[in-house]
Each structure stands twice: as C-alpha cells, then as structure tokens.
C-alpha cells in the first residue's frame, strides 16, 4: 500500500510540475529544523527533520501559495518505551501537502496534510505560522499530529 501512495504521489506532482512548465530554481527549497515531539504515556523526545520542497507558482483563489514537501524525521529517543504502540523512538520519509495564506508581507499561516511512511505511518496534519526574514530565508513554527507522535517543530527554510 504504501509503494502505491509513493507512486501516485510522485505521478501527481510530476504532472503538476509539468503542466506549470520547466522547474526553477527559485520554486525549490531545503530546511532543517528541531522537533520537540510527544508521545502518549512514554513522554517526550526532542528530534530534528529535513526538508525538501518545491513551490507551485499558481496561486489558489489568488493568494493561497502550494507546496509539495517530502522530509525526513527522527524524533529522538522517548523518556520510556510504550508497548501499546511498539514506540521508543520513530524515524521515517514523509510526504505533505502544504497551502499557506499570508498574513502580512512577511508572516504565513500554514496548513498541512500529509503522509508518514516511517515509524509512525499515517496521516499527518498539521498547522503554523511561517515568517520571511528575506524571499529566500524563512522560519517556521508547526504543531504537527501524526499517527501516535504529535511535534512542536522550528525549521529554517532556504530558497534557491
């Protein structure tokens, strides 16, 4: 099942790249960033993550921006194991939908949904705020929910 999401979700935004024209470089970015992560009865873990993205130049209802994402996160080992779960620590490739709305020239709300293949496979969503230091360097403040950990991150991001 999930080789099949993969393939689907690689089909999607090639097509999507291809029907917007070439790729540019400035539609691109990479990130990194802290994740202070939680898990129910075991406790809490801080961890790191990486980021890949492309942004899509067509913007939803005017000023909705797209983006595809796919990261990579390790949420550090927990206080204590938790043998309902099978979880001490969960690492794992994930792959997300991300629309922010701006708020002001330099600060985004962002929505999230996505897909863990790692760990903790499942559904993700998550919400935050982004704030622009230039049009090539950001930060970001998420509260991310998956299957059984839930995230407070802060990722850097760069534009090409």
């Not at 980021?51 to 005017?62: R, S, W």
């Not at 991300?98 to 996505?114: E, I």
């Amino acid at each position: 099942m999930k080789k099949v999401i993969s393939i689907l979700a690689l089909m999607l935004l090639a097509s999507t790249a291809h029907a917007e024209g070439p790729i540019k470089a400035d539609q691109l970015y990479v990130g990194a960033g802290l994740g202070f992560n939680s898990l129910t009865a075991v406790g809490s873990a801080t961890g790191f993550q990486f980021i890949g993205g492309y942004e899509f130049q067509t913007k939803l209802n005017g000023d909705i921006t797209s983006a595809v994402e796919l990261g990579y996160m390790d949420t550090g080992d927990f206080d204590r194991y938790n043998s309902s779960t099978n979880v001490s620590a969960a690492k794992g490739v994930w792959l997300a939908y991300v629309g922010s709305v701006p708020l002001s020239n330099k600060t985004d709300m962002l929505a999230r949904v996505g897909y863990d293949f790692g760990d903790d496979d499942g559904v993700l969503l998550g919400t935050g705020l982004q704030y622009k230091f230039t049009t090539k360097v950001a930060m970001r403040m998420e509260y991310v929910a998956r299957q059984n950990v839930n995230s407070l991150q802060a990722n850097v991001l760069f534009k090409f």
